[in-house]
């Protein structure tokens, strides 16, 4: 069974930076499209940023492209985010989530097998 676990959330001001993790295990890092979700107050969750399968392109959202980067290290089957430039509306919940063999180049909460449990942001002024 995949299990994957996040973390790296806390406490911010606006302009910090933050870097989150995601540990993938249970299953092959690989054969997954990877992807980092958000869920703010209130809100939907939305996909952030993420890496399709099986070429592993790096995918983002419209509204943080700039200050998102996601990354991977195959040999430790992690994911990384890292947010610059934090700002109160970046605070929520953020996710990771993998979906096997998903080729497509979007990925929206319904395509995702697996979720971590979240971890939190709160992004003061």
């Known amino acids: 069974q995949v299990q994957l676990v996040e973390s790296g959330g806390g406490l911010a001001q606006a302009g910090d930076s933050l870097t989150l993790s995601c540990v993938f295990s249970?299953?092959?890092?690989?054969?997954?499209?990877m992807a980092w979700f958000r869920q703010g107050p209130g809100k939907e969750r939305e996909f952030v940023a993420g890496?399709?399968?099986?070429?592993?392109?790096?995918h983002y959202a419209g509204a943080v492209k700039g200050r998102f980067t996601v990354s991977r290290a195959d040999t430790v089957g992690t994911v990384y985010l890292l947010i610059t430039a934090l700002k109160p509306e970046d605070s929520g919940v953020y996710y990771c989530?993998?979906?096997?063999?998903?080729?497509?180049?979007?990925?929206?909460?319904?395509?995702?097998?697996?979720w971590g449990p979240g971890t939190l942001i709160t992004v003061s002024p």
């Open positions: 249970g299953g092959i890092f690989n054969d997954y499209a």
């Open positions: 989530a993998a979906a096997s063999h998903h080729n497509g180049p979007t990925m929206v909460p319904r395509d995702m097998d697996y």
């Open positions: 890496f399709s399968w099986p070429d592993f392109t790096r």
